[in-house]
């Protein structure tokens, strides 16, 4: 079992459901389509009577040909019964499929809004494939299950109607007919909870290949510049084989089902003929009533030998039903306490005793303590790993907190309308992202509604806009996916542009460590001056240039503040900045040869 069920464990926000939550959860988004699905069961019932009726016909028709009458209004009837079920089936399939593609569609709607709206610890802990595959595929099963039952339905109208039809021809025979299906059903129900467990695992192997198959798209690059194709490759190979493996699996479990039914169905059957051939020879049947007897096992037995069939998958769309709904349902992290308006911020920030980590083992933040004044340029700085990326995932309010308060001009972060709020934090990532379409497309991101004028303004209050001038199509250029035909440093001036239309309150600004020609370096410090000026600015800081013009340097330590001031006073101090700026800012100054510009430390 290790093998098969490594990394196949439910995800932290799965949650099981019972079958009646699932079942109203499910109904509720039918009862919109609630008139197609009542014209869609009308055409089950005629369709399922004039299925039904052919049996029937044949029955007196044999009856009526051994007492030598016609053929031709036998022939005429089926005929008849066929056109009908013909048309009512195809009416049936037509409002069906509609139905269920609304369905299906307004449950992907949800489940990508959901997928939205999570907090950004829920990507960090579940990887992005298995997202997908929720909202992809799990819906797409989901539907089929639809089509399935509207199928079983109509399978067991007919039952219902041959039945009946039987208890009128001969007692004795039908009570034989019926009498098995109580063994039928119960094997069937047995079958269900097995089908369930082996289904799931079945969703999350594939789940796991999918993620697995997006990380190695996202970071192809990387794999081929450390040539590790071989070892990416052996990564893949053993959840594929799980999901084989699982797969396979899940095969035998439902095929199992078939042979036992088979069985039951064939000794049925040998007890039909026999006794029913025995009344055609005592004269107590007609044979055109046996015939329907006979019939009536291939009719009856269909639908319930299908039922396992269509357990199956109907438990995998029940599975992944569930899947969906518990992504629509995962609680959020990030839990604000009241919605309050925003207005205008001012930008003053204040970290009073904030505690957090990313587990509630490994804390990252205790009793944290920091106030950053309205307008104030900040810069972060430390090792790796210090907790400068934290802070600012606490300020966009990414994370929620663990304990203490952050205050924002003075009032409770949860209390503000995060919307309104988030609206007025401009974050720039190291490698800013830039989406599919053109230059100027990026940078109206944050407003589309923003004026070509506007855009074009933008453009230029960065580095006075001469970089747009290097680009083939100026504004117009295509960036290509994820930005990839623009440089680094274009890059980065796009997204600083982007800040100028978003015009925000607060910067959080991740300093690229990608180095960039003396010119795009220029126009950058250049961009920066007038994206920072007038709004509070953290940034985390990698350039010697910021860091020299900062209002504050802030040393940070394994989550605590470890020295602050500004880059002369901290240097003159000979403390733990100093060790910083060796490692790091020190070869940056342009008078900087191997092995020298180190600064005392004490
Ligand atoms: N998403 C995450 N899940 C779990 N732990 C995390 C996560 N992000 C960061 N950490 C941990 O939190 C601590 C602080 O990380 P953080 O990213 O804030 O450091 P940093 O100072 O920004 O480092 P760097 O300069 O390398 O970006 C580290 O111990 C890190 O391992």
């Not at 019932?45 to 029937?56: E, N």
């Not at 994820?482 to 991740?510: E, K």
């Not at 910021?546 to 940070?556: A, F, G, K, M, S």
Request: negative net charge.
């Amino acid at each position: 079992m290790g093998f098969l069920m490594d990394g196949l464990e439910a995800e932290d926000y799965d949650r099981a459901y019972s079958d009646r939550d699932l079942l109203r959860r499910i109904l509720r988004y039918f009862w919109p389509k609630r008139w197609a699905m009542l014209l869609v069961a009308l055409m089950i019932v005629l369709g399922s009577a004039a299925q039904a009726a052919v049996p029937l016909m044949i029955s007196s028709g044999i009856d009526r040909i051994v007492a030598g009458g016609s053929i031709w209004a036998l022939v005429g009837g089926i005929l008849l019964a066929g056109a009908l079920g013909w048309a009512f089936s195809f009416v049936r399939q037509w409002f069906n499929a509609k139905a269920t593609g609304d369905v299906v569609l307004s449950l992907r709607e949800d489940a990508f809004d959901a997928v939205l709206e999570r907090d950004m610890s829920f990507y960090d802990e579940n990887p992005s494939g298995r997202v997908v595959s929720r909202v992809t595929s799990d819906t797409d099963d989901f539907a089929n299950v639809v089509g399935l039952s509207m199928d079983l339905l109509s399978q067991v109208l007919v039952v219902g109607f041959v039945t009946a039809l039987l208890f009128t021809r001969s007692v004795p025979l039908a009570l034989l007919t019926l009498v098995i299906a109580p063994v039928v059903i119960l094997c069937a129900l047995q079958f269900r909870r097995i089908a369930r467990t082996t289904t799931r695992r079945a969703q999350r192997s594939m789940s796991r290949v999918n993620a697995n198959l997006n990380e190695t798209m996202g970071g192809i690059a990387v794999a081929k510049n450390f040539r590790q194709e071989q070892r990416v490759y052996d990564e893949f190979r053993p959840i594929n084989e799980q999901s084989y493996a699982v797969s396979l699996r899940q095969g035998f479990v439902f095929s199992s089902i078939f042979p036992l039914l088979f069985l039951i169905a064939g000794l049925a059957e040998v007890g039909l003929v026999l006794a029913g051939g025995r009344s055609v020879l005592d004269g107590g049947l007609s044979a055109g009533d046996w015939y329907l007897f006979l019939q009536a096992i291939a009719f009856f037995w269909f639908p319930l030998t299908s039922i396992a069939a269509f357990w199956s998958q109907f438990q995998q769309g029940l599975a992944a039903a569930e899947r969906v709904f518990a992504l629509i349902d995962a609680p959020p992290r990030v839990v604000q306490t009241d919605a309050l308006p925003v207005g205008r911020l001012a930008g003053r920030i204040e970290f009073s005793d904030v505690s957090f980590g990313y587990s509630a083992e490994v804390p990252v933040l205790q009793d944290f303590s920091l106030t950053i004044e309205a307008g104030q340029t900040v810069a972060l700085v430390g090792h790796t790993g210090a907790g400068k990326s934290t802070l600012s995932k606490l300020i966009t309010r990414f994370y929620e907190f663990q304990d203490g308060t952050l205050l924002i001009d003075g009032r409770d972060i949860r209390t503000l309308d995060l919307s309104a709020y988030r609206r007025q934090i401009g974050a720039v990532p190291q490698l800013p992202f830039l989406f599919s379409g053109t230059v100027a497309d990026n940078i109206r991101y944050p407003r589309p509604e923003a004026t070509d004028d506007e855009v074009l303004e933008a453009a230029i209050g960065v580095g006075g806009g001469d970089w747009i001038e290097a680009l083939p199509d100026g504004l117009a250029t295509d960036v290509g996916e994820h930005g990839r035909s623009l440089s680094m440093g274009q890059r980065q001036l796009v997204a600083l542009a982007r800040l100028l239309i978003q015009n925000p309150a607060i910067v959080v600004l991740d300093e690229a460590t990608a180095s960039v020609d003396p010119l795009t370096e220029a126009q950058i410090q250049e961009g920066l001056d007038t994206v920072l000026a007038g709004r509070t600015s953290i940034v985390i800081a990698h350039r010697l240039s910021t860091i020299e013009h900062v209002d504050r340097i802030i040393v940070l330590d394994h989550g605590r503040i470890v020295e602050q001031g500004d880059h002369a006073t901290l240097l003159a101090r000979g403390g733990r900045y100093c060790e910083v700026y060796n490692t790091y800012f020190r070869h940056q100054s342009p008078n900087y040869r191997p092995g020298t510009g180190f600064v005392t430390v004490n």
